[in-house]
């Protein structure tokens, strides 16, 4: 959310009187027209909000969160926790990724630039498809694709908003869905069940729980018309530089928000493309150069530092607000991450203004392979990931996390890297080891 828009909310929330209707009933009603006549929005843009990162600062101070009701109106409610309860959270997946082996795909499908990232989300299931992925996490070797795109859904009223808040169904009698609108990236049909798909470009630790819900009571309610035997399954899909990580989701009681992960893998498309051999060769290339400028990384998402680059290879110079809002960060996390990248050498900060540097457009730019290689190279001319990658390849498993602890802490003793100390120390470490989580499966063991 960009801070015209949240200013915006502030606004509305103080000429509207909503505090009071909040602390009076729990929620409030608003209307499109209110939004597009009193305060000159379009209503769509006002209120999307496709995580918890980019909800409006007011909502969050009242603990509250907006979403669309019916046509031409929004309701905004009470759900405590600064509006977190009600977007679903997606934990990340550490564990060693599937090795799924590309065979002779490229040969069979000549439509899919297999060397390059896939850039739509349609791709990206297209190729889960191909390559059996979606098999694999499914469990039934036959799959058709008989869904995709939006649609109207027709409640009619007939289906009242229950939030699950503080471990509870609570229901709104007075609240009811209209017909909304929704849209399914793509829905497979096996011999049990429908199987549909939400999918992103990036990795996010939270979702909108409406992409879901509505999909998922809508395949429900219409097998149950039909008399079918056949079972809703719905899952979420995320994409980054040939690793998907793949989600089943439950829901509970009919409550928007009451989605809750029973299962998760993630996988890798395509073999390995290093060597333990070739990693000796680099650190053997390469000492550690002390960093006593730049603090330490603390951001455990590496996929989201790449996805910065590309932002600012597309769009250029960009502020830590411009940050926040074009990566669903907040901005203390846009803030980290564009310090990890700067730790880096991939971009340069001045005056709040954050540019890619020469070596990050190249970053940004690469393949997935080089870019990871370009990744690890930096990392073996870092202090701590020298030591880290050095051990990876002795015993051909990852350091624990005390024991990159002790790294850091000796690091910031010799003054290699800026000073960290107390619990700092645990957070870098951590991010740390997540980074190596992310880069293991590219090597072959």
């Known amino acids: 959310m960009n801070r015209s828009q949240d200013q915006q909310w502030k606004t509305i929330f103080r000429q509207e009187k909503i505090s009071d209707a909040l602390q009076r009933q729990g929620w409030y009603l608003i209307s499109a027209k209110t939004i597009r006549e009193n305060y000159g929005w379009r209503p769509r843009l006002l209120t999307k909000f496709d995580n918890h990162e980019s909800l409006p600062s007011v909502l969050k101070e009242h603990d509250a969160a907006i979403l669309s009701l019916t046509n031409g ?6 759900v405590g926790d600064r509006g977190k309860p009600f977007f679903p959270t997606l934990p990340p997946i550490w564990e060693p990724p599937r090795h799924i082996p590309l065979d002779d795909l490229p040969q069979r499908y000549h439509t899919f630039q297999w060397n390059t990232a896939f850039t739509s989300e349609s791709m990206a299931i297209d190729a889960a498809f191909v390559s059996h992925i979606l098999h694999d996490f499914i469990g039934e070797t036959e799959l058709t694709l008989t869904i995709r795109g939006r649609r109207r859904f027709s409640l009619d009223g007939r289906l009242p908003l229950r939030l699950l808040i503080d471990h509870t169904i609570r229901e709104f009698p007075e609240l009811h869905f209209g017909t ?3 849209e399914i990236d793509a829905g497979y049909e096996t011999p049990n069940g429908i199987y549909l798909i939400e999918s992103k470009l990036h990795l996010t630790g939270n979702f909108n729980p409406r992409q879901i819900f509505f999909p998922h009571i809508y395949w429900q309610r219409q097998l149950q018309a039909r008399g079918s035997y056949k079972t809703v399954h719905s899952l979420y899909l995320l994409y980054t530089d040939f690793f998907y990580y793949l989600y089943e989701l439950e829901l509970r009681d009919e409550a928007l928000n009451a989605l809750h992960v029973t299962r998760q893998q993630r996988y890798f498309l395509g ?11 680099l650190l053997e290339r390469n000492s550690p150069i002390p960093q006593p400028a730049i603090p330490f990384p603390q951001a455990d998402l590496l996929p989201r530092i790449y996805d910065l680059l590309k932002t600012l290879n597309r769009l250029g110079t960009r502020t830590i607000p411009q940050i926040a809002e074009q990566q669903h960060f907040t901005e203390r996390q846009a803030h980290y991450y564009a310090a990890a990248a700067r730790w880096l050498g991939w971009t340069e900060i001045e005056r709040g203004q954050i540019t890619l540097t020469k070596e990050g457009k190249g970053v940004a730019r690469e393949a997935p392979a080089s870019r990871a290689e370009k990744t690890l190279t930096v990392l073996s001319r870092r202090p701590v990931f020298h030591q880290a990658l050095l051990f990876w390849c002795e015993q051909r498993t990852l350091p624990a996390q005390p024991q990159i602890e002790h790294w850091i802490a ?3 003793t010799e ?3 800026k000073a960290v100390s107390g619990n700092t120390i645990h957070r870098r470490a951590q991010t740390a080891l997540h980074w190596l989580q992310m880069l293991a499966p590219l090597v072959k063991s």
């Open 73 to 78: 109106h929004y309701v905004i409610v009470r």
């Open 180 to 182: 909304p609108q929704m």
């Open 271 to 281: 073999e390995p493309p290093f060597t333990f051999q070739w990693l000796r060769a």
């Open 410 to 412: 000796q690091a910031s």
């Open 415 to 417: 003054g290699t890297i």
